[in-house]
């Protein structure tokens, strides 16, 4: 049943992660389907969204991202990926102010983002987009943005001012496209993106 599922996944990557898994559990959630394949369904879309921003987690953006990659390869198209790291998080990780912050963190990046790219939560404080179809040139341009987005949304709201590093890692066809790979790469490059951003700010 996993196996079937991941099959069916693997079909509508190009929607965002809150509504493309809605839609996966609401297209087969159908009167021939069995009550107990339902709930594995049910806990498959569990199993990949990160309950406290509602976007994708580390399980579910591996392997809808490197289905993805693997279509970016066939199709000769590129495609770049942002691995972000907040640093505006002040005392523990669970306080509210905290929690808040997260959560407006990722409501950006579903506001800036197309419906096309994928977001994900991959650790505490740590957060990834794969942009599809988009050069590394391009990628930068869509970078700034964001963060000009973050600034205005703390601006406006009763938050501390929200920093964050990027690294920047670009998919082209003749590498690998090992999704492992462009994380790791992409996270490598953090602190010196980061200084980048802060010489911007």
Request: net charge neutral; with cysteine.
């Amino acid at each position: 049943m996993i196996r079937f599922c991941f099959r069916f996944l693997s079909q509508i990557t190009a929607n965002q992660w809150s509504a493309a898994l809605d839609r996966k559990v609401v297209v087969l959630n159908t009167s021939n389907i069995p009550a107990d394949e339902k709930k594995r369904l049910a806990a498959l879309k569990l199993a990949t969204i990160d309950e406290l921003t509602g976007t994708g987690n580390r399980l579910g953006f591996i392997f809808l991202a490197q289905h993805m990659l693997n279509l970016c390869a066939r199709q000769g198209a590129p495609a770049t990926l942002v691995y972000f790291e907040l640093d505006g998080l002040n005392g523990p990780e669970g306080t509210q102010q905290n929690l808040h912050t997260l959560k407006l963190f990722a409501e950006q990046m579903r506001k800036t983002f197309r419906i096309s790219d994928m977001t994900a939560r991959m650790s505490s404080n740590q957060f990834v987009v794969l942009l599809t179809n988009t050069p590394l040139a391009h990628a930068e341009l869509v970078l700034e943005k964001f963060h000009e987005n973050i600034n205005a949304i703390t601006d406006e709201q009763e938050v501390n001012r929200l920093s964050f590093a990027a690294g920047i890692a670009g998919f082209f066809p003749n590498r690998s496209t090992d999704i492992e790979d462009l994380i790791t790469e992409a996270s490598a490059q953090i602190y010196p993106h980061h200084l980048h951003m802060a010489q911007r700010a």
